[in-house]
């Protein structure tokens, strides 16, 4: 949040810079100058190769020099790390029992639980050069991601009037009914939840906000991840029927839910037909649109 931004001072140049680039605070001309100038040869100005870096520095070939430390300290640093996160993973993924969360196959579960691929495609979070570095980050999210799947699905499915046997659970044999305001208030809560808990596993830094501006982060991510999510699953739960998307992640919404969505909500004042006739227009206007737009980008998992 704007709130909260710091004025960092570039490890380089000295030089003031709000924004971290390549996770690091450098500021955006060093940047610049590296991206044109790494396969570039400089000659020293003192002919020393030993520049003073900071304020003022204006030998090309030591600021390229000093970069390229940084960018290499750095890269050895996040390597170990991810290679300890990996080997932590890599071990609570032997050991479970829970393999349905762990291997994707063809049904309403795997795919509500939304593992990660990386399990069954070796490289599908590494680049394509042949010298590949893993991608730490994406991976983290991946396994983020799939634990915020679980608590959503357990949480959405214990809290029925009616809950499925939690073997029925685990192997995806539950009904996906339509949504309703009861339902709705109930997945919002978990929803943030569990996006508050994505948020401080993914990104260490989140723990360390105010508690206003993780609330602030996550109630303005929230809207438009769960429309993003939920046309994304949809895509293959509801393959075959595109006037219907998740509303929550066991419920369903479609141009007729409106009818009955305020059923069982507790209040009986009189929004309730208007609050309908802006929920049905809505659903008209933007349901089968999103679908498309997210078949057309062809996403895959990561």
């Not at 704007?2 to 500021?27: E, F, M, S, Y």
């Not at 790390?81 to 032997?94: C, G, I, R, V, Y």
């Not at 490289?123 to 396994?143: I, N």
């Not at 602030?216 to 006037?243: G, H, I, K, Q, W």
Request: glycine residues 4%; hydrophobic residues 30%; aromatic residues 10%.
């Amino acid at each position: 949040p704007k709130t909260i931004k710091t004025q960092r001072v570039c490890l380089v140049c000295g030089g003031i810079t709000n924004v971290a680039h390549l996770g690091l605070d450098i500021c955006r001309a060093c940047i610049v100058f590296y991206r044109r100038s790494r396969n570039r040869k400089f000659a020293c100005r003192s002919t020393t190769n030993n520049c003073p870096i900071g304020e003022g520095v204006n030998c090309r070939k030591c600021r390229l020099a000093e970069i390229e430390r940084i960018l290499s300290s750095s890269h050895i640093s996040r390597t170990k790390m991810m290679k300890a996160e990996l080997s932590t993973s890599n071990s609570f993924d032997k050991n479970s029992n829970h393999s349905s969360f762990q291997q994707h196959t063809p049904d309403v579960h795997s795919f509500l639980a939304s593992p990660s691929t990386s399990s069954s495609q070796q490289h599908s979070c590494r680049s394509y050069s042949s010298d590949a570095q893993p991608r730490e980050l994406l991976e983290k999210l991946s396994r983020c991601y799939r634990a915020m799947c679980a608590t959503r699905l357990a949480g959405e499915l214990s809290a029925r009037k009616d809950p499925p046997h939690p073997l029925a659970a685990v192997e995806g044999q539950f009904e996906i009914p339509p949504a309703s305001y009861a339902k709705m208030e109930v997945s919002n809560r978990l929803f943030l939840i569990a996006l508050h808990q994505f948020g401080s596993s993914a990104f260490r830094e989140f723990g360390r906000f105010k508690s206003k501006d993780r609330w602030a982060l996550v109630t303005n991510f929230f809207t438009r991840y769960r429309m993003f999510d939920s046309d994304y699953r949809a895509d293959e739960t509801f393959a075959n029927d595109m006037a219907k998307t998740f509303a929550s992640y066991t419920t369903y919404f479609s141009v007729g839910v409106h009818e009955h969505f305020f059923d069982d909500c507790p209040s009986e004042g009189a929004f309730r037909e208007e609050a309908k006739r802006a929920m049905e227009a809505n659903m008209k206007r933007q349901l089968h649109g999103a679908r498309e737009h997210m078949r057309s980008a062809n996403l895959t998992h990561e």
